[in-house]
T-cell receptor
Framework: DAGVIQSPRHEVTEMGQEVTLRCKPI?????LFWYRQTMMRGLELLIY????????DSGMPEDRFSAKMPNASFSTLKIQPSEPRDSAVYFC????????????FGPGTRLTVL | AQKVTQAQTEISVVEKEDVTLDCVYE???????LFWYKQPPSGELVFLIR??????QNEISGRYSWNFQKSTSSFNFTITASQVVDSAVYFC????????????FGDGTTLTVKP
């Protein structure tokens, strides 16, 4: 079975542009997580979904960030407008239901905002 | 609230040395789960081990071993006879039964194993 798929793997954009990151979770997993990783702040949980419903978005930095999960096999994280401080690696992860289940991480999207 | 502390930001050892990565956690739940993940230079986080709060038995997997002690709220990770390929960032994480699905990660420990 394929792992978590993220696209694009690398994104370079200019300040003010809209950026959309995409994620396909592992089939059958009902939890999906979006993380951001930077040197300064480490690994931060931005938002997570259970059965396509957002459960906790308290980690979303500000209104410029939004995430959707229109179906069980697809999620997007959008930044509009992007700023240089948004430069980071964004990970998507999925897991089966239950706190005892490990998370499976995608390869990440390295975002650079110039 | 759940919290995970990895006090060691960076550790550097020479190949074949043993190294222990510390993890201390805080939780009010009696049922919880602890995890270790590895992030090699390639970037992807990989699950290593899971432990539940009712199982304090230590675990060994090859050169890796884990020591879970509820009395000190610690879940430490030891690599025996370290190798260059062990160089990575290691994350400890906690998941509470009452907060199903959400894990809190520590800040990670960067391990460098020199040849």
């Amino acid at each position: 079975d394929a792992g978590v798929i993220q696209s694009p793997r690398h994104e370079v954009t200019e300040m003010g542009q809209e950026v959309t990151l995409r994620c396909k979770p592992i089939s059958g997993h009902d939890y999906l997580f979006w993380y951001r990783q930077t040197m300064m702040r480490g690994l931060e949980l931005l938002i997570y979904f259970n059965n396509n419903v957002p459960i906790d978005d308290s980690g979303m930095p500000e209104d410029r960030f939004s995430a959707k999960m229109p179906n069980a096999s697809f999620s997007t994280l959008k930044i509009q407008p992007s700023e240089p401080r948004d430069s980071a690696v964004y990970f998507c992860a999925s897991s089966l239901s239950g706190p005892y289940n490990e998370q499976f991480f995608g390869p990440g999207t390295r975002l650079t905002v110039l | 609230a759940q919290k995970v502390t990895q006090a060691q930001t960076e550790i550097s050892v020479v190949e074949k040395e043993d190294v222990t990565l510390d993890c201390v956690y805080e939780t009010r739940d009696t049922t919880y789960y602890l995890f270790w993940y590895k992030q090699p230079p390639s970037g992807e986080l990989v699950f290593l081990i899971r432990r539940n709060s009712f199982d304090e038995q230590n675990e060994i997997s090859g050169r890796y071993s884990w020591n879970f002690q509820k009395s000190t709220s610690s879940f430490n990770f030891t690599i025996t006879a370290s190798q260059v390929v062990d160089s990575a960032v290691y994350f400890c994480a906690l998941s509470e039964n009452t907060n199903a699905g959400k894990s809190t990660f520590g800040d990670g420990t960067t391990l460098t194993v020199k040849p």
